[in-house]
């Protein structure tokens, strides 16, 4: 099957720190990643679409400058969050599809990573 | 715009079977998806339907009506891991992006 991994799964930061979470593809190339963030009980809310060399397209009402994102390669794509606040706290969650598997259009995702910010 | 509507909670019994309904209307569809998630972790793949009727696959099944809008999943057996939520998503054609409802909780009761 596709994996896809991130790191960390956890973590806890000061407020106005900056966190680097990332994503990778195990187990194939992924032309394209997602960036979902989901607050307790609540769906998941896409932030912003990564492709492979491009710049990432965010979605309306999430800070580009804020939420820095980075797709170098076919299997890794980061998320920065910069200057982190306690409402930045949530659950992170990537996903990628698989570019042999495109016309599928599965997406795989991460086992997330829980953001707390003090 | 895109609004995706499905039972915020239901509760059922060990053993027997649930249908969680998803209506949508988007402006674009090009599939709906399926998701399982159990608090505190990703969604796994369920299902995925682009043509209209019932897509079977063990214990779950799920059924999709382009024209009304309306897609069902079915579990059948129920299990207690099945209590997780349950998320209908759709994909848009003119930008690749899957938007997820806001997910049915499900409670199995023994």
């Known amino acids: 099957g596709a994996v896809v991994s991130q790191h960390p799964s956890r973590v806890i930061c000061k407020s106005g720190t900056s966190v680097k979470i990332e994503c990778r593809s195990l187990?194939?190339?992924?032309?394209?990643m997602f960036w979902y963030r989901q607050f307790p009980k609540q769906s998941l809310m896409l932030m912003a679409t990564s492709n492979e060399g491009s710049k990432a397209t965010y979605e309306q009402g999430v800070e580009k400058d804020k939420f820095l994102i980075n797709h170098a390669s076919l299997t890794l794509s980061t998320l920065t969050v910069t200057s982190a606040h306690p409402e930045d706290s949530s659950f992170y969650i990537c996903?990628?599809?698989?570019?042999?598997?495109?016309?599928?259009?599965?997406?795989?995702f991460g086992p997330g990573t829980r953001l707390t910010v003090l | 715009g895109q609004n995706i509507d499905q039972p915020t909670e239901m509760t059922a019994t060990e053993g027997a079977i649930v249908q969680i309904n998803c209506t949508y209307q988007?402006?674009?569809?090009?599939?709906l998806f399926w998701y399982q998630q159990h608090a505190g972790e990703a969604p796994t793949f369920l299902s995925y339907?682009?043509?209209?009727g019932l897509e079977e696959k063990g214990r779950f099944s799920s059924f999709l009506s382009r024209s009304k809008g309306y897609s069902y999943l079915l579990l059948k057996e129920l299990q207690m891991k099945d209590s997780a939520s349950y998320l209908c998503?759709?994909?848009?054609?003119?930008?690749?992006?899957?938007?997820f409802g806001k997910g049915t909780r499900l409670h199995i009761l023994p």
């Open positions: 187990d194939f190339q992924a032309t394209t």
């Open positions: 996903s990628a599809r698989d570019r042999e598997r495109e016309k599928y259009n599965e997406q795989f």
């Open positions: 339907n682009v043509l209209d």
């Open positions: 988007t402006s674009g569809f090009n599939g």
């Open positions: 998503a759709v994909r848009d054609p003119w930008d690749d992006k899957i938007i």
